[in-house]
DNA sequence: GTTCTAGAAC
DNA sequence: GTTCTAGAAC
């Protein structure tokens, strides 16, 4: 559960009071990629809706702190929500639950993808300009996301488990939420027991693991190599040296493909819908490195990337993609940007992000072989690269001027939307 | 590369 | 007062 108040001190919750609506907008649990059939989810998660509200009848007529309570089911699935609608309207009238189809779709359509981890942090400002329209006094509103389940995990269902699972989740959302309207600490239940029981460490994405600075190309049998001192030997600039090396180590969706010769991985911070790397796995640090010999290289990459947008336009037909190399990358490992252009991302947060893939100091595959076969090199400079950069950010599609990030975001939201 | 945050811009 | 950027730190 996610509280986009969550920076909030306790005076100011406390001051939350009758007069404020308290709001919890939540979506319909495992109903969608949990697959557990309409006719069995909904009904245990009325059943609990339910229970909460009659437990907390906190209205305008009572004596609770905590304010007016609101709840707010959304789902993208019209037959979830009528599901929904005709399970509640077999009982009693409750003006406290509201249900909701397209809540905030579009602006929160960026999220589709992300690990959960990102989610959290983009949503929050995202949900809070968007609430800000939505309602005059929007009072306090907690916005839980759905769980990130990738399709390729969802395991058989087994009816009689996860109708109990669901009831626990739905119960613990609505515990967390009470404890957060109160300003108290929540504890998820048997958690403590399970700290003593299993201590087992948390299993980091292999990509922590190198940014934690584990990684030693010269020494990789050193199990040292964990230690606070091996950090110093490492540096961001090496984060896709590993997956070079052990393509298979990683998950689905951090190496989308991988053969003797070539490796693509998501792009761990993403600048559009789609974004990808294509690396060779022989290593060249920089494009300055190419020669003419290289020219097949370049055109295979160009190849996967074709493959690639390939695959993906199957997926979503709407969606376009550029390929290229950055003139003055910062990371090692030349590795070629396949990117889709609606730019739509969380993690496209500034000036340089945008300059990056939309001005000059991103270079087609074309023209690097262009003048591989001219000059038998590459040279770009990095001083006059670096300050495009710095340029003001112009609307890649119709060249308007953007002011800021922000203004940005919903320019680009307007195109993609055919607005 | 990202994150964090001071202070500029509004 | 709040939003947003830019630069330092990592």
Redesign the pocket.
């Known amino acids: 559960m996610h509280s986009f108040f969550s920076s909030d001190n306790k005076n100011q919750r406390r001051k939350l009071n009758k007069e404020n609506i308290v709001r919890l907008v939540f979506p319909s649990l495992s109903t969608g990629l949990g697959k557990v059939p309409i006719g069995e989810a909904v009904p245990v998660a009325c059943n609990v809706i339910k229970e909460f509200l009659s437990k907390h009848k906190f209205n305008e007529h009572n004596n609770d702190d905590i304010g007016s309570v609101e709840l707010i089911l959304y789902d993208p699935d019209p037959n979830v929500l009528k599901a929904y609608e005709t399970q509640l309207s077999q009982d009693i009238k409750e003006t406290r639950l509201r249900l909701v189809n397209e809540l905030f779709t579009d602006k929160m359509s960026f999220i589709s993808g992300l690990e959960s981890r ?1 989610i959290l ?1 983009a949503i929050g ?1 995202v949900l ?2 968007e609430i800000k329209k939505a309602y005059s006094k929007p009072g306090i509103i907690i916005y839980v996301v759905s769980p990130n389940v990738s399709s390729t995990q969802s395991n058989p269902v087994i009816i009689s488990e996860s109708k109990k699972l669901l009831s626990d989740a739905y119960r613990s959302m609505f515990d967390a939420f009470l404890c957060i309207i109160r300003g108290e600490k929540y504890t998820p239940k048997g958690q403590e027991e399970k700290s003593k029981t299993e201590s087992k460490e948390k299993p980091k994405s292999a990509f922590d693991v190198l940014m934690q600075g584990s990684r030693d190309s010269s020494s990789s049998t050193s199990k040292s190599s964990f230690g606070k001192k091996a950090n110093k030997g490492f540096h ?2 090496n ?1 896709l040296l590993g997956y070079l090396e052990n393509p298979e180590k990683y998950p689905d969706n951090e190496v989308y493909f991988y053969d003797n010769e070539f490796v693509i991985i998501w792009d ?2 993403p ?1 559009a819908k789609k974004h990808f790397l294509v690396m060779p796995r022989r290593r060249i640090n920089f494009i300055d490195e190419l020669t003419s010999d290289d020219l097949q290289l370049i055109q295979t990459m160009k190849e996967k990337g074709e493959w690639v947008i390939e695959r993906i336009k199957q997926e979503d037909p709407k969606l376009r993609f550029r390929m290229g190399f ?1 003139t ?4 090692k490992q030349l590795h070629m940007h396949v990117i889709s252009q609606d730019f739509i991302s969380p ?1 496209l ?5 945008w300059n ?1 893939f939309t001005t000059e100091f991103f270079k087609d595959p074309d023209e690097i072989s262009k003048t591989l076969q001219e000059n038998g090199k590459i040279h770009f400079d990095k001083d006059f690269y670096e300050e495009l950069l ?1 340029a003001p950010m112009k609307c890649h599609l119709c060249k308007k001027k953007m ?6 975001r919903e320019h680009l939201l307007k195109h993609w939307n055919n607005e």
């Open positions: 990102k942090e400002p809070a300009s961001w600039q984060a761990k911070f600048k950055h003055v990358p910062s990371m993690t947060k500034n000036k340089k992000h990056s710095k002011n800021t990030v922000p203004e940005l």
